[in-house]
């Protein structure tokens, strides 16, 4: 296969104030550096941060829930704008999540900003002044989750399916650390491993193993179903 050098480009990942930079050639071309870069819908910072792809997406998703506030004025059902709400809105904000999970509250407000924002727009339907809805009462009585928590969700049934083998990874699978039973009361069967930096400690697999962690007492990963494990998450009440 060739490569098309005026396509292809240069990214170093690294967290260092000084990292070592080197110009790479394609047939006689120099690849042009570049600091972010799009690899199958996800955006990619050359300081591993989560910030400039929520940027994108957060402004994406506000521009289909603007088309949505359009079309609701000539008459949608409630139901109606919420199907079109978690179909192409909330889809935006949670694709890919697991690679990307915010960990810092301003990058997680800002996603949920947009949710709150449906819901008002739909508590102004149902008679309520705008400054003035109930939020979290309105968004349960809709069913619509708070979407933090359901990205821990996501990251759980993620880990599932790695450990029965539905995502089919063994790169990933050798990632997780499984605890071997000992004399201590301990039922935790992830082995959480020490993290000497904050990236680090929120980084995918660590946060993995603490969120198996906290529903394995509750929920056998090996044994019950995906569905099982949606439903024990729900009776916790997104308190994980």
Not at 69 to 92: C, F, H, N, P, Q
Request: net charge positive; with cysteine.
């Amino acid at each position: 296969m060739r490569l098309n050098a005026e396509k292809c480009a240069i990214v170093t990942f690294h967290r260092n104030s000084k990292p070592l930079m080197f110009d790479y050639c394609l047939s006689n071309t120099t690849l042009c550096r570049k600091s972010y870069i799009r690899d199958l819908g996800i955006g990619l910072s050359s300081d591993l941060s989560p910030e400039l792809h929520i940027d994108i997406i957060t402004r994406k998703a506000a521009k289909m829930l603007g088309f949505i506030i359009r079309t609701s004025r000539s008459g949608l059902s409630v139901e109606a704008m919420k199907i079109a709400y978690t179909a192409l809105v909330r889809s935006v904000l949670e694709y890919g999540c697991v690679v990307w999970c915010p960990y810092q509250l301003g990058h997680i407000q800002r996603l949920q900003s947009i949710q709150d924002r449906f819901v008002r727009i739909i508590d102004t339907k149902l008679g309520y002044n705008y400054s003035e809805v109930p939020l979290e009462l309105v968004a349960d009585q809709l069913g619509l989750a708070p979407l933090y928590a359901r990205r821990r969700l996501h990251d759980l049934v993620f880990l599932q399916k790695i450990l029965t083998g539905d995502v089919d990874c063994s790169e990933l699978l050798h990632l997780i650390n499984l605890r071997v039973p000992g004399r201590t009361r301990s039922l935790d069967i992830f082995c959480v491993q020490h993290c000497s930096t904050n990236y680090e400690f929120h980084s995918v697999i660590p946060r993995l193993h603490r969120l198996g962690n906290l529903i394995c007492h509750h929920h056998d990963f090996f044994c019950n179903s995906v569905s099982s494990l949606k439903r024990i998450f729900l009776l916790l009440g997104y308190t994980m």
